[in-house]
């Protein structure tokens, strides 16, 4: 299993930005994926979460409205869209591989190694 | 929202047993993953499903889970085994994933 994030960058306070995952070696259309972030110091606070067939998405409840969670299977890749960027969202942000179709109770098996998201004017 | 509680830190000799408690309302009712996050690294997954352990897990890491506190216990502690552990948990009242605010294992 391998997740390879990309997208990140600095990005002024109210600015967007879109993160984007790449999996391999594992089914990707059969999993649920997540984002988590950890700024520096602290720790992992998860974001969101899309089920296998995208339907279902999940969100923090400071993210609600401001980021939007998206997959194409047919490319095995996963998105996250961030518009109106607080100084507060700054952070390393990972995408996790989550649990087999509808298991949402599962754990964050694999990891990638994270997209660096810095928001500053 | 649900909100999971952790010691900030727990200090242990070498060879000695280290424990950790994850507390949260009901837990014994949810389904609690350990994680463990070295310096730089992102975190690895050593005990899902309250008990068990992704394969290449010493079986050291061990876990349980009852009553009002789920544990992660690190048995023969090394040296290596110095890093930050998280809890976490799917809350499906709010539809949320929980982190617990994280143990610092330091080897003394």
């Known amino acids: 299993v391998q997740l390879v994030e990309s997208g990140g960058g600095v990005v002024q306070p109210g600015g967007s930005l879109r993160l984007s995952c790449g999996a391999s070696?594992?089914?990707?259309?059969?999993?649920?994926m997540h984002w988590v972030r950890q700024a520096p110091g602290k720790g992992p606070e998860w974001v969101t979460f899309?089920?296998?067939?995208?339907?279902?998405?999940y969100y923090k409840d400071s993210v609600k409205g401001r980021f939007t969670i998206s997959r194409d299977n047919s490319k095995n890749m996963l998105y996250l869209q961030m518009t109106s960027l607080r100084p507060e969202d700054a952070a390393m942000y990972y995408c996790?591989?989550?649990?087999?179709?509808?298991?949402?109770?599962?754990?964050?098996?694999?990891w990638g190694q994270g997209s660096l998201v810095t928001v500053s004017s | 929202s649900y909100v999971l509680t952790q010691p900030p830190s727990v200090s242990v000799a070498p060879g000695q047993t280290a424990k950790i408690a994850c507390g949260g309302n009901?837990?014994?009712?949810?389904?609690v993953h350990w994680y463990q996050q070295m310096p730089g690294q992102a975190p690895v997954v050593v005990v899902f499903?309250?008990?068990d352990r992704p394969s290449g897990i010493p079986d050291r890491f061990s876990g349980s889970n009852s009553g009002s506190a789920a544990t992660l216990t690190i048995s023969r502690v090394e040296a290596g085994d110095e890093a930050d552990y998280y809890c976490?948990?799917?809350?499906?009242?709010?539809?949320?994933?929980?982190f617990g605010p994280g143990t610092t294992v330091t080897v003394l």
């Open positions: 070696g594992f089914t990707f259309r059969n999993y649920g």
């Open positions: 996790a591989k989550g649990g087999h179709r509808g298991h949402l109770e599962w754990s964050l098996d694999y």
């Open positions: 499903d309250d008990s």
């Open positions: 976490q948990v799917w809350d499906s009242a709010s539809d949320q994933y929980v």
């Open positions: 009901k837990i014994g009712d949810k389904r």
């Open positions: 899309i089920g296998s067939d995208g339907d279902d998405k």
